[in-house]
């Protein structure tokens, strides 16, 4: 099993700037792919970022490429989202995921949420016009 706690959401205007935190316990966190996730009302949720085990990998959904970075501290247990130029489309809830290591392809970085073994309970973001 693998606790995951988000942290650092908030309310912020248009062009601000948020970090999200993710910190784990439980089993090994350098065993695990890391994502964030978001769910706006009314809308699925979709991928954000997404960070392999080693850290050497990171997946980006084309909307926030060059906007947001995800970046992971395996000795914090840690993973961070740092968002910039936020838009009022970033509205949602954000979440932190983990995902076991596929024998086949170690180091492919899942981005589908059914990959995901084990979900934090979101965190708020809300960016203002």
């Known amino acids: 099993q693998v606790q995951l706690v988000e942290s650092g959401g908030g309310l912020v205007q248009a062009g601000g700037s948020l970090r999200l935190a993710c910190a784990a316990s439980?089993?090994?966190?350098?065993?695990?792919?890391m994502g964030w996730f978001r769910q706006a009302p009314g809308k699925e949720r979709e991928v954000v970022a997404a960070i392999s085990w080693t850290g050497g990998r990171t997946y980006y959904a084309d909307s926030m490429k060059g906007r947001f970075t995800i970046s992971r501290d395996n000795a914090k247990r840690t993973v961070y989202l740092q968002m910039s130029s936020l838009k009022p489309e970033d509205t949602a809830i954000y979440y932190c995921a983990a995902a076991g290591i596929s024998q086949s392809a170690p180091l492919m970085v899942p981005t589908t949420t059914r990959r995901y073994n084990y979900w934090g309970h979101g965190t708020q973001v809300t960016v203002s016009s």
């Open positions: 439980g089993r090994t966190f350098s065993s695990y792919h």
